[in-house]
C-alpha cells in the first residue's frame, strides 16, 4: 500500500499556517509536512498538530528565505553557528511533533570557495548534528534540487547526494527523493527508485512540467506508484506540488474517496 501526506507549505497557501493544517484533516489527510514555518508561533503550530490528531512525516529545518531563492546555507562556514542553532530548534520541533525525519537542505554555492570545499562545511555540520538526530531518534534528510529552478545549489542529483550520503556512513542520513526535481535532471525515477529504496527514506511528488498535481504533465504515474509499492518502501509519498487550480480539487487524480492510503492498482479508479 502507497501512504500519502500533504504539504501544507505548497497546498491551501491564501491561507493562514494553522488554518492549512485544519484543512488537510478536513480533506481527509491523517499525516502532514512542511518546510520551516518561518515567522510562524511554534507553539500555535504545535498545539493543533495535537489537538488534529494529525502525525508530521517530514519537515524542513531553517533554509533561509525560500521565497528570495535561498536553499540552505549548511555549505556557508560563516553561517556555522547560525546552522548549529536552528538545527537544533528543529530537532526540537520534531520532538515535539512526534516527528522522526527533518530535511536539511545543503545550500547554494556563497561563490567564495570551491563546491568541494563547501561539500566539506556541509559534512562537517552533519556530522556534527548526527548524534543529536541519533539520540533523538530522528532521521537527516538531504535532498537534490533540479538545477533549473535552483541553478546555485550544490546538489542536483541522485549520485552526488548518494556519495555525501556514503561518507557521513550512518543509519540516520537517508535521502529525500522528489520525483519532480529528479525527473527533471535524470528521468528514470521508476528505476532508480527500484535500485536505491533501502537509501531512501522520503518521497515526494509534483507532476513535470508545471509542479501540479499528478495527472497535468508528462510523468507516467502508474509506472512510478507500482515501483514505489513493488520496492518495499514503506514511508511516505508527500504530496509537494502547486495545485493546477485549487488545493481542494487538486485531489481528484486519487481514488474516489481515498487520500491517506490506497494501492497503486487503485490509481486511475474514480
Known sequence: ?????????????????????????NAGFDTVEFLWPRGEDLNEIV????DLRLRVALHNMDAGDIGKGERGYANDPSRRDEWRDKFQEAIALAQRV?????????????????????????????????????????????EPLNLFESPKYLLGGTQDTLALMRRL????????YDV??????????????RQHVHEIGHIQIADNPGRHEPGTGAIDW???FTAIEDSGYNGFVGLEYVPNTNADDSFNWMPKGKRSEWSASEFGER
Open 1 to 25: 500500500m502507497l501512504r500519502f501526506d500533504v504539504n501544507v507549505s505548497m497546498l491551501w497557501r491564501e491561507l493562514p499556517f494553522v488554518a492549512r493544517l485544519e484543512k488537510a484533516a
Open 47 to 50: 498545539r493543533t498538530i495535537q
Open 98 to 142: 512526534g516527528c522522526s525525519r527533518v530535511n536539511c537542505l545543503v545550500g547554494n554555492d556563497v561563490g567564495t570557495l570551491a563546491r568541494d570545499e563547501q561539500l566539506a562545511v556541509v559534512e562537517e555540520n552533519l556530522q556534527w548534528a548526527l548524534p543529536l538526530a541519533t539520540d533523538a531518534g530522528i532521521i537527516l534528510m538531504i
Open 169 to 176: 556512513d550512518s543509519d540516520f542520513v537517508q535521502l529525500q
Open 180 to 193: 519532480y526535481h529528479m525527473q527533471r535532471m535524470e528521468d528514470h525515477v521508476a528505476l532508480t527508485i
Open 222 to 224: 502508474r509506472e512510478v
